[in-house]
C-alpha cells in the first residue's frame, strides 16, 4: 500500500506548479487563438472585395486549429490537476460555456466552409457568421474573467447542506444561511448583470469584457500586419492605430481599478482556523497555521512573503504596460513583428498578473473565504499530478517544437499576387 | 430525487447522447483515412508514380471538409462533462481527467498542428516532409482515441483507482492509486482497437464507394480503379480483423460487464452451454422478470460460452440473475461497511430502492447483434471488390460496385451501434463498478464474489485508515451523476440549439463532401490549379 502514503511536500510542491501550468495554457490559449479571434472579428472589415476577406482568412488558414487546441487543453488541464474547479465552473456557468462552444463550432466550419462555393451570399454569411463568433468568444471569455476577479457567488454546500449537495455549487445564499440554486438563465445573467455583486463590481467586470473584446481584436489586426503587404498592410495598422487609444484607456482604468479595489488585497478576514485550514489546505495535513490576515498564504509555499508576489506582480505589471506602449509605437513605426510582439508582451504580462493577484484563490465567491476555491481545496492528488507533471514535461516542448515550424513554414506574407500565384503553383489556400 | 432532476438527467444524457453521435459520424473517418492518405504517400515515394501523390491529395480535400466537423462537434465534449455531469466530474476528475489532458497534450494537437499543414502544405514544402505530416497527422488521431478510448474504458472498468473518504470538499472521491492499471485496461486497449479498426473500415468503404461512383460513369478510369483496389485491401484486412478483434472484446464485457452481456445476447436466465440467438426480443412481466417474448437460437449448444469465456460448458449470466446477485452483493458491501453505507445509497440508490442494474434490453441487443451482422457484410463486399479489382475487372462489375457505392452509410451506421451497444449496455451505470465475473471447476458463476477489492482511505475522526473495499463502492449511477443546479430549461435549450445547429452543418458538410467526391480528382491536378481558388 506504499502508493497511497502520502508525502504532503510532494503535493505542496504540485499544486501551486500546477496553477502556474494552467495559468500558462490559458496565457498560451488568449496569445494564440487570441489573434485568430482577432482576425476573425476583422474579416468582413478587411475589405469589401473577396480578396481582402480572403486575406484576413488565410493569414490564420493553417494555423488557427492548432490554436485553438489551447482551448481543448486548458479545459483538459484544469479537468485533470482541479477537478472541482472544471465542475463547479462548467456545471456552475452552464449557459455562458454553452455560448462559447456553440460560437467556437460555427468558427470551424466557417472557415472551412466559406471558400468552398463562389456565391457571394455564401461567403458573406460565412465571413459574418465567423466575425461575429470571434467576437462573442472574446467577450464572453472576457466577462468570465472580470467575474472572477470580483467574485462569483459560489457556495461551499457541504457548509449548508452535508446531504443532498457536494462541492461548490453556483447560486444564493439567503440572509438565513440556506442555499438556492439560481433559476433557468436567472444564473447566466447574473454574470452581465452591472448591478451584481454591486454596481462599481457589476460595472468592472463588464468593462473587463470590452476591454478583452477590443484588446483580442487589435492582437488580430498586429497579426494582420506581420502576414500583409501593401494596402493591406496599410489597413491592418490603421485598425491598430485607431483602436489602440480606447484599448490603452480602458485597459488602464481595469488594470489599476482592479489591482486596487479587487486584486492583491483579497479581504477575507476571518480568524475561524477550522475555515481558514478547510480553505487553505486540506485539513488531514497542514504543517501548522501561519496566517496575513489580509493576504492569506499556506505557510510551507515556497514564497512565505507576500512581498515577495508583489515583486513579481508589479514586473508582470510593466511587462504589460511595456508591451502596451509597445504596440503603439512599433505600428506607428511600422514595424510588424516589434507591434505583433507588444501585443503579445502586454498579454502575457497582464494575464500572469491577474494570476499571480489571485493565488492562491482560483475562483473567489462573494459569499467569503469559506465558500471560496483555492487551489487548495480544489486540486487533484498527488499521483495525479506526478503523472500529469510526467507528461507536461515531455510533451510541452514537443508540442512548442513542431508549432514553431509549422509557423515558419506559412510565415509568408500574403497579397492578392501571392494568393493567384499560389494557386498556378498549385498550392491551397481558403 | 426530484422528478425535475431526474427530467435533467434525461435530457443531458439525450444531449450527450446527440454531441457523441454527431462527433462520431465524422471521427471514423478521420481515423481511418489518415491512415489511408499516409500510406498513399508513402506508396507515392516508394513507386515514384505521381498518381498516388494525386490520389492522396483528392482524398485529402474530403478528409479536410470531414475534420472540420469533427472538431466542431468534439469541443463540445471537452466540456460537457463538467456542464452536465458535474457530480460525476468531482467525483472520479481525479482520474478521468487525466487522460483527456494528456489527449490533449500529446494527440490533439499533432493533428490539430498538422492538418493545417497537410491541407495547405502541398507545393509548399516538399514530398518527403508532407508524406511525414501525413503520418503525423494519421499518428495523432489515432493516439487520440486512444486516450478517449482510454478515458471510456475506465467508466466501463475502474480499475486503477482508489477511493478518498471524509477528507475532500465533496466527502468523497475517486483518486488515482495506480495509472499504469489505467492505461493499460484491456477493456480500454481492446475497445481502442475495436475503434481504430472500425475507422479503417469506414474509410475503405468511404473510398470504395466514391471510387464506384466514377467507375460506374466510366470517368477517371485509372485513378479510381487504384483507389478502389487500394480501398478494397485495407477494407478487407480491417474487416477481418475486425471480426477477431471484436471477439476480444466482447469477451472482456463478459468477464467485467454482466449486465451488458446478459443484454448484448438477450440472456434471460443463467444458462450452462447456452446458444448463440440469431434474434430475440425480451418482455418483463408484472413482477419486473425477464422473458422472452420471441427467440430464434442458433441450433449448436455452447457456442455462447465459448465465445464469452472460453468454456463450452460455462455458465453464463442472464438477466435475472445479474438483477438479483447485483443487489445481493451491494447489500452484503453495505453491511460488511456499515460506515460507508450512505455512499451506495448516495450513488446507486433511487428514493430508497435498488435501481433496475439491466441496460434496456431490446435495444441493446438489436444494435449489437445488426452491427455482427454488418460486420460479416463488410467481409463479403471487401473481398469481392478485391478479387475482382486484383483481376483488373473491378470495372466491368456493376452490381458489386453499386452494392459499395450505396453501401457507404453502413459502416458508419455500425459504428454508431457499436456506440449504443457499450454506452446503453453500460445503464445504469456512468461508472460502472469494479466487477469479475468469475467460474469455478464446474463452469458455475460464483455470484457472491462479483466485486473486485479497490483500495481506500477513510477518515474516521481524527484517523486515516487505510483499507480494502469492494470494488461495489466505485459505481456511480448515470441519474446521481448529474449537474444538481441545472433546470430543465437550460438543458432543453442547449440540446435542442445542438440538435438542430448539428443537423444543418452535417448535412451542409456532407453535401460539400459529395459535390467535391462527384467532381473528381483534377479540381487538385496541376492543370486545374486555378480552379483552387
Keep these: ?430 | 430525487m426530484a422528478a425535475e432532476l431526474e427530467l435533467v438527467a434525461s435530457l443531458s444524457r439525450l444531449q450527450f447522447a446527440t454531441t457523441a453521435y454527431f462527433h462520431f459520424l465524422f471521427v471514423p473517418l478521420t481515423l481511418g483515412i489518415s491512415l489511408f492518405i499516409a500510406i498513399l504517400m508513402t506508396t507515392y515515394l516508394i513507386t515514384k508514380k505521381q498518381i498516388y501523390r494525386e490520389m492522396a491529395r483528392f482524398w485529402t480535400k474530403l478528409f479536410a471538409i470531414n475534420f472540420a466537423m469533427g472538431v466542431a462537434t468534439g469541443i463540445t465534449h471537452e466540456f460537457e462533462f463538467g456542464t452536465n455531469w458535474a457530480v460525476y466530474s468531482r467525483y472520479v476528475g481525479d482520474i478521468f481527467g487525466a487522460p483527456l489532458a494528456i489527449e490533449a497534450l500529446f494527440a490533439f494537437f499533432l493533428e490539430s498542428s498538422f492538418i493545417g499543414m497537410l491541407v495547405f502544405g502541398w507545393n509548399r514544402v516538399n514530398d518527403v516532409v508532407m508524406t511525414l505530416v501525413a503520418w503525423a497527422v494519421a499518428f495523432g488521431t489515432n493516439l487520440s482515441a486512444l486516450w478517449i478510448l482510454v478515458a471510456n474504458g475506465w467508466m466501463q472498468h475502474p480499475a486503477g483507482g482508489m477511493l478518498k473518504v471524509g477528507t475532500w470538499v465533496g466527502g468523497i472521491r475517486a483518486e488515482l492509486y495506480d495509472f499504469s492499471q489505467v492505461v493499460f485496461s484491456p477493456v480500454a486497449d481492446v475497445k481502442f482497437m475495436h475503434t481504430m479498426t472500425a475507422g479503417m473500415i469506414v474509410a475503405a468503404m468511404f473510398v470504395l464507394g466514391i471510387s464506384a461512383y466514377h467507375l460506374l460513369r466510366k470517368q477517371h478510369v485509372d485513378f479510381f480503379k487504384r483507389s478502389a483496389l487500394a480501398a478494397a485491401i485495407f477494407g478487407m484486412i480491417a474487416s477481418v480483423s475486425e471480426v477477431v478483434i471484436g471477439d476480444i472484446h466482447a469477451h472482456e464485457v463478459a468477464k467485467t460487464q454482466p449486465s451488458k452481456l446478459a443484454a448484448m445476447e438477450a440472456i434471460v436466465d443463467s444458462e450452462h452451454a447456452a446458444p448463440i440467438l440469431l434474434a430475440a426480443w425480451v418482455t418483463q412481466n408484472e413482477n419486473g422478470q425477464y422473458e422472452y417474448a420471441f427467440k430464434l437460437p442458433l441450433p449448436i449448444p455452447g457456442i455462447l460460452s465459448f465465445l464469452a469465456y472460453h468454456s463450452f460448458g460455462a455458465e453464463v449470466p442472464g438477466m435475472n440473475d445479474v438483477q438479483k446477485y447485483m443487489e445481493q452483493n451491494f447489500q452484503a458491501a453495505m453491511q460488511q461497511n456499515p460506515q460507508l453505507a450512505d455512499i451506495i445509497k448516495n450513488n446507486v440508490m433511487l428514493n430508497g430502492q435498488w435501481p433496475s442494474f439491466i441496460p434496456p434490453v431490446n435495444i441493446v441487443y438489436w444494435a449489437f447483434h445488426i452491427m455482427v451482422y454488418l460486420g460479416f457484410l463488410f467481409v463479403f463486399i471487401f473481398t469481392v471488390a478485391f478479387y475482382y479489382a486484383k483481376k483488373g475487372v473491378l470495372q466491368d462489375k456493376s452490381w458489386i460496385l453499386k452494392v459499395a457505392l450505396y453501401s457507404i452509410p453502413l459502416p458508419y451506421i455500425a459504428s454508431l451501434l457499436g456506440w449504443a451497444t457499450a454506452e446503453v449496455g453500460r445503464q445504469p451505470w456512468v461508472v460502472y463498478p469494479l466487477t469479475e465475473v468469475k467460474h469455478d471447476a464446474n463452469g458455475n458463476i460464483i455470484w457472491n464474489e462479483l466485486f473486485q477489492q479497490i483500495p481506500a482511505l477513510i477518515k474516521e475522526g481524527d484517523k486515516i485508515i487505510q483499507t480494502q473495499i469492494p470494488g461495489a463502492f466505485m459505481g456511480l449511477t448515470t441519474y446521481k451523476a448529474v449537474t444538481p443546479t441545472l433546470t430543465v430549461l437550460e438543458v432543453l435549450i442547449t440540446f435542442l440549439g445542438f440538435l438542430v445547429i448539428f443537423t444543418v452543418l452535417a448535412v451542409l458538410d456532407w453535401w460539400l463532401i459529395a459535390k467535391y467526391a462527384k467532381k473528381g480528382p483534377e479540381m487538385t491536378g496541376e492543370a486545374k490549379a486555378q480552379e483552387a481558388y
Excluded: C
Design chain 1, 1 to 430: 500500500m506504499e502508493a497511497l502514503g502520502y508525502s504532503p511536500l510532494w503535493w505542496d510542491v504540485l499544486v501551486p506548479l500546477w496553477f502556474v501550468l494552467v495559468a500558462l495554457v490559458w496565457v498560451m490559449y488568449i496569445l494564440t487563438d487570441g489573434f485568430d479571434l482577432g482576425v476573425g472579428v476583422l474579416v468582413p472589415f478587411m475589405g469589401k472585395d473577396d480578396i481582402s476577406r480572403r486575406i484576413a482568412l488565410n493569414s490564420v488558414g493553417p494555423i488557427w486549429d492548432g490554436n485553438e487546441v489551447w482551448f481543448i487543453t486548458a479545459g483538459g488541464a484544469a479537468y485533470a490537476a482541479f477537478p472541482e474547479i472544471y465542475a463547479a465552473i462548467f456545471g456552475g456557468l452552464y449557459l455562458a460555456l454553452m455560448v462559447i462552444l456553440f460560437a467556437l463550432i460555427f468558427r470551424a466550419v466557417g472557415f472551412e466552409y466559406r471558400s468552398k462555393r463562389p456565391s457571394p451570399a455564401w461567403r458573406s454569411f460565412w465571413d459574418w457568421a465567423i466575425s461575429i463568433s470571434s467576437g462573442i468568444v472574446a467577450l464572453v471569455l472576457g466577462v468570465a474573467l472580470g467575474n472572477i476577479i470580483v467574485g462569483l457567488p459560489f457556495v461551499k454546500t457541504t457548509l449548508v447542506d452535508p446531504n443532498s449537495l457536494k462541492g461548490f455549487v453556483y447560486g444564493v445564499l439567503d440572509s438565513n444561511g440556506q442555499f438556492h440554486p439560481y433559476p433557468a438563465i436567472i444564473g447566466f445573467l447574473q454574470l452581465l448583470n452591472p448591478f451584481f455583486p454591486n454596481l462599481a463590481a457589476g460595472i468592472f467586470k463588464l468593462l473587463v469584457g470590452i476591454t478583452a473584446l477590443l484588446f483580442v481584436i487589435m492582437h488580430g489586426a498586429t497579426w494582420l500586419m506581420v502576414k500583409t503587404l501593401g494596402e493591406h498592410f496599410e489597413r491592418s495598422k490603421g485598425f491598430v492605430l485607431k483602436l489602440w487609444p480606447i484599448t490603452a484607456i480602458l485597459w488602464v482604468i481595469t488594470t489599476v481599478w482592479g489591482f486596487v479595489s479587487f486584486g492583491f488585497t483579497h479581504t477575507f478576514h476571518t480568524n475561524n482556523p477550522k475555515v481558514i485550514s478547510e480553505t487553505i489546505n486540506i485539513d488531514f495535513y497542514h504543517w501548522g497555521a501561519v496566517l496575513d490576515k489580509v493576504f492569506t498564504y499556506h505557510d510551507n509555499f515556497l514564497f512565505q512573503a507576500p512581498a515577495l508576489v508583489s515583486i513579481i506582480g508589479w514586473i508582470l505589471l510593466g511587462l504589460g504596460i511595456l508591451g502596451l506602449l509597445g504596440v503603439f509605437f512599433f505600428a506607428r513605426n511600422g514595424s510588424a513583428w516589434g507591434t505583433f510582439l507588444s501585443s503579445s508582451l502586454a498579454i502575457i504580462g497582464i494575464l500572469f498578473a491577474v494570476s499571480v493577484a489571485l493565488f492562491p484563490f482560483t475562483v473567489p465567491s462573494i459569499y467569503g473565504l469559506e465558500n471560496s476555491m483555492t487551489v487548495w481545496n480544489t486540486a487533484a492528488s498527488e499521483n495525479t499530478l506526478k503523472v500529469m507533471t510526467l507528461a507536461a514535461l515531455i510533451a510541452v516542448p514537443i508540442v512548442l517544437a513542431y508549432t514553431a515550424y509549422i509557423y515558419k513554414v506559412f510565415l509568408f506574407k500574403l497579397s492578392p499576387e501571392q494568393l493567384k500565384e499560389a494557386a498556378e503553383k498549385g498550392q491551397f489556400s481558403y
